[in-house]
C-alpha cells in the first residue's frame, strides 16, 4: 500500500494592521515622528526667542543642506549595514542630541550657537534616517501587505503632525524651550527599545552593499535606477508631482489666503480639510490592503490631484476651499502611499536604500526649491496663473505614469 503525504495547508498571511511586529514598528515610528513635531516647535521657539527672526530663520534652515548633500551616502550606508541597525543608531543619537541641548538650556542661556549645531546634527543624521526608514518597512512585513503598511505609516504622520504640534506648544507653555526639547527626547527615546523589539526578515543581501567602495554603490544604485523600466519613470513622475505640489500647498496657499481676506482660521481649516483627505486615503489603504492596477490607479490620482490644485485658486469661499483641499490631500495621499509602495515592491531588496534615498532627495531636497520661486511668481502673476501652472507641472507626473508602460501596469504583489 502506497501512502501518500499530503503538505499541511499555508496558513493564511496575518494581516499587517493585525501583526504585533509590525504594530511595534508603527509604534516606533510614531513616537520618532511625534518627537520630531515637537523638536521643530522647540526649536523655532528657542530660536526666535535667543536671537532675531532673520537668525531664527537661519538656524531653521541649517539642517536643510547636510541632508540634501549628504542623502545619496545615507542610501548606501542603509544598504550596506541593514536598515533597522541604522534607524535605531540614527534615533539614539538624535535623542542624545535634544536631551544634551535640553540640559544645557535648563542650566543657562547659551544662545543660538548650540540651536544651530543641533540643527546641524539633526539634518546630518537625518539623511541617513530617512532612506534608512523607507526600506525598514519591507523587512517587517510580507511584500504583499507593503501597501497597507504604508497606509498605516500614512496614519502615523497624520497623528504625529496632529498631536505634535500641541503637545509642543503645551510643554513650551509650561516650561519654556527646555521642557519641550526634554520632551522631544524622550518621546524619541521611545522608538528604540521598540525597534529593537521588531523582528526582521531575511531578504537577499540584507545588510550588504556592492563590496566595493561606497562610491561604488552609490554610482551602481543610480544606474540600477536609471536602467529600470518601472523605478525609472516612477521617480520622474514622484519628482513632478512633488514640483508641482510643494509650492502651492505651503507658500502658495498662506499667500491665497491673505489674498482673499480668509486670515489664519481660513487657512487653518483648508490645511485641516487636506489633512483629512490624505488620513482617509491612509485608511483605505490600511483596511483594503491592495488596489488593483496600481500603476494606473497613481497616475490618474496625480492628474485628478493637478486639477484639484488649479481649482484651488479660483473657488468662492473658504468653505469650497476645504472642499477642495480636502479632494487634494485624498488624491495625493493615494498617488503617494501608491507610489512608495510600488517602489518597495519593485526594486530589490539589495538597493532599497539607495532607492529610497534618491526618491527622498526628489521630494524632500529638490521639490522645496519650488518654494521661493512660488512665491516670487505669485508676487509677479498673482496666484491663479501660478497654481495653475503648478497644477501642469504636477500633471506632467501622471503623464509620465501613463506614457511608461511598464509603469502603468505595475500591480502590487497579492
Known amino acids: 500500500m502506497t501512502t501518500t503525504h499530503t503538505a499541511p495547508p499555508t496558513a493564511p498571511e496575518l494581516p499587517a494592521h493585525r501583526d504585533a511586529n509590525v504594530l511595534r514598528w508603527l509604534a516606533a515610528y510614531t513616537a520618532s515622528m511625534t518627537g520630531d513635531s515637537v523638536y521643530y516647535i522647540a526649536l523655532s521657539w528657542a530660536a526666535v526667542q535667543a536671537g532675531s527672526p532673520a537668525q531664527a530663520g537661519v538656524v531653521m534652515a541649517v539642517s536643510a543642506l547636510p541632508r540634501a548633500l549628504l542623502m545619496l551616502g545615507g542610501g548606501v550606508i542603509a544598504d550596506r549595514l541593514g536598515p533597522r541597525r541604522v534607524v535605531i543608531a540614527s534615533d539614539a543619537v538624535r535623542c542624545a542630541a535634544v536631551l544634551a541641548v535640553a540640559g544645557l538650556l535648563f542650566l543657562t542661556s547659551p544662545g543660538l550657537w548650540p540651536l544651530a549645531v543641533l540643527a546641524l546634527v539633526f539634518g546630518t543624521v537625518d539623511a541617513v534616517f530617512m532612506p534608512a526608514v523607507g ?79 561606497a562610491w561604488r554603490d552609490l554610482k551602481g544604485g543610480l544606474a540600477y535606477i536609471r536602467r529600470h523600466r518601472v523605478l525609472a519613470p516612477l521617480m520622474l513622475a514622484i519628482a513632478f508631482g512633488d514640483l508641482g505640489f510643494v509650492g502651492p500647498l505651503n507658500v502658495g496657499l498662506t499667500l491665497l489666503a491673505e489674498e482673499r481676506g480668509w486670515g489664519a482660521s481660513g487657512m487653518g481649516w483648508v490645511l485641516a480639510g487636506f489633512g483629512v483627505g490624505a488620513g482617509t486615503a491612509s485608511l483605505l489603504l490600511t483596511v483594503r490592503g491592495r488596489l488593483p492596477h496600481a500603476g494606473q490607479v497613481a497616475a490618474y490620482a496625480i492628474l485628478a490631484g493637478s486639477v484639484a490644485i488649479g481649482s484651488l485658486a479660483y473657488v468662492p469661499s473658504v468653505l469650497a476651499a476645504v472642499g477642495v483641499a480636502l479632494l487634494v490631500g485624498l488624491l495625493a495621499g493615494l498617488s503617494g502611499a501608491l507610489c512608495v509602495a510600488l517602489l518597495q515592491t519593485q526594486a530589490d531588496s539589495a538597493y532599497l536604500g539607495r532607492v529610497t534615498a534618491v526618491s527622498g532627495l526628489v521630494s524632500l531636497g529638490f521639490a522645496p526649491l519650488s518654494m521661493p520661486l512660488s512665491a516670487a511668481a505669485i508676487g509677479t502673476w498673482g496666484t491663479g496663473p501660478v497654481f495653475v501652472v503648478s497644477a501642469m507641472v504636477c500633471g506632467l507626473g501622471g ?16
Not at 504604508?150 to 504625529?160: E, K, N, P
Not at 509620465?400 to 497579492?414: F, S, T
Open 135 to 213: 526600506a525598514l518597512p519591507a523587512r517587517v512585513t510580507s511584500r504583499g501587505q507593503l501597501a497597507r503598511v504604508q497606509g498605516m505609516r500614512g496614519l502615523g504622520i497624520r497623528f504625529a503632525s496632529v498631536v505634535g504640534g500641541p503637545l509642543g506648544g503645551l510643554a513650551v507653555a509650561l516650561g519654556g524651550a527646555a521642557a519641550a526639547f526634554t520632551f522631544a527626547g524622550l518621546l524619541i527615546a521611545v522608538s528604540v527599545p521598540l525597534l529593537v523589539a521588531v523582528r526582521i526578515r531575511e531578504l537577499p543581501a540584507d545588510g550588504k552593499g556592492s563590496g566595493g567602495t
Open 399 to 414: 503623464v509620465v505614469a501613463l506614457g511608461a508602460g511598464n509603469l502603468r501596469r505595475a500591480e502590487l504583489p497579492a
